[in-house]
């Protein structure tokens, strides 16, 4: 794994994303969703897997990686999906989708009818540290999805997921902390969370959160045979994180820019990989 390529990449669909940019391709194209408790992201990628446009909504319309608001969650994809479509010129009429590790078949039933709800034919639906292993370029280790709702752990041997854990805990339940410690609303602590002036003080009075996290991430890799940690996901965007969490663990930990773009990016390079 090249950290540096990685992280040139990110920030590459995070350019396209806030600038509202298409970018010059090269045959068939190929969207990937992620339908998370917090965010929604579309990313489109060509045949030969370069970013191409993106699109992302925050939301709550999935809780625990559940889809709790069906028709809300329709709306948006939807939505996400008219706005790149007018960006690109073009209409995108397949998608793939992700869903989190260990949920049952039922979940996967639900992203398929939220994607078909939005107006696409679902190629495929892939797990979600598959697909943000495919961007990181790793086939060994342990791949942390520090969610909005839920912390997920996957163990990567050889490119397969051999086992998966999750519990909830995630930046809900910092803002939850935040909330109650700085005496302002659920959103407002959602801001303050993500304001760079402030990012000292939350780190310190949400730090019982992130030991809770890497508690969970400690005790379910102990004794698997995990050389590194990769970390994904909004949750561990805070600065700070990735450190506070090595040590904790006692196995080195990297973090990614932008962690909350990892896996969406995966999705709709699986879907390149899976084309039918
Ligand atoms: N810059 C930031 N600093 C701190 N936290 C951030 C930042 N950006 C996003 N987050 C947090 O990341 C979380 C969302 O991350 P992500 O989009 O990966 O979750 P999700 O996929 O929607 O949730 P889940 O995987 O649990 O279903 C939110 O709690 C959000 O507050
Ligand atoms: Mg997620």
Redesign the pocket.
């Known amino acids: 794994m090249d950290m540096g390529k990685v992280n040139e990449k990110i920030r590459e669909f995070e350019e396209i994303i806030l600038k509202k940019e298409k970018k010059p391709y090269e045959g068939e194209l190929f969207t990937g969703v ?1 339908l ?6 579309l990313c489109v990628v060509d045949e030969k897997g370069s970013l191409v446009s993106g699109a992302f909504e925050r939301c709550g319309v ?1 809780r ?2 559940i889809v709790v608001d069906f028709v809300g969650a329709c709306e948006i994809v939807r939505r996400l999906k008219k706005q790149v479509e007018e960006i690109l010129g073009v209409s995108l009429d397949k998608a793939s989708g992700a869903i ?1 590790p260990g949920v049952t078949e039922g979940s996967e039933k639900i992203v398929k009818n939220v994607l078909e709800g939005a107006g696409f034919t679902v190629t495929a639906i892939v797990d ?1 540290p598959t697909a943000a292993a495919e961007v990181l370029k790793v086939t060994e280790g342990a791949v942390v ?6 912390t ?1 752990i996957s163990i990567l041997k050889k490119g397969e997921v051999t086992s998966t854990y999750d519990e909830a805990t ?3 339940h ?2 939850l902390v935040i909330a109650g410690s700085y005496g302002v609303s659920y959103e407002a602590a ?1 801001e303050m ?2 304001t760079k002036e402030k990012e000292e003080d939350i780190f310190r009075v949400v730090l019982p959160v992130i030991d809770k996290m890497a508690h969970i991430v400690k005790n379910f890799i102990t004794g698997q045979d995990v050389e590194k940690v990769y970390l ?4 561990s ?2 600065k700070g994180f990735e450190r506070h969490f090595e040590s904790s663990l006692g196995t080195p930990t990297v973090k990614p820019y932008n ?2 773009l990892v ?1 969406p990016m995966g999705i709709a390079l699986c879907a390149l990989e899976r084309r039918p």
């Open positions: 992620d998370g408790t917090a965010s929604i992201v999935v625990d990686g989190p979600e999805d520090i969610g909005g709702g839920t997920g995630g930046g809900h910092m803002n959602e969370k993500r994904v996901g909004g949750g965007a805070l962690p909350m896996t």
